[in-house]
């Protein structure tokens, strides 16, 4: 997320996350150990060729014990977005007024609304650019490009998406008409 350039300018790791990183990094469980330490190399890494500006914050945070108190403390103290993949957080945070960017909230609306295979009911708009070619909208304005759907403008006919393309400007998809079923409806 940090190197596709989606966050701000200035990317706040505070220190007592560093440490509490350390400490399960010095630990006795493997499984944890190993995470830590993963943890640990992208901090490092952050720092060193993050295209954001990467600041550890050593304020002293007396007022909370736990680290997600700590954390809510600190991202009002800097009238900050809070990032994290943890649910429970974000809501504690969106609750105390403070902007929350979960990661894993991010992912989801960018996983594909739909996989080749699948059978959708699309309303034809418009003739396409390739000969015989049909388009419509998925609900969510995504536009899809239906082979032998040129004659079914206007109408609503089954169609089987075939793949999807994802550019810079946005997702593509592609399907062709079902035919047996189409042709029974058009008549």
Known sequence: VVNSRFMADELVIPQFIIN????????????????????LDIAHQLQDSSPTTVV??????????ATDDKLILLAKKLNGLLCTTDYNLGKVAALESIHVLNINELAQSLRPITLPGEALNIKIIQKGSGRDQGVGYLDDGTMIVVDNAARFIGKTVPVTVTRMHQTVAGKMVFGQVKEDKASKSDK
């Open 20 to 39: 509490e990183l350390q400490l399960l990094a010095d630990g006795g469980d493997s499984h944890k150990r190993e995470r830590a330490r993963f943890g």
């Open 56 to 65: 550890i914050d050593r304020s002293p945070l007396l007022d909370a014990k």
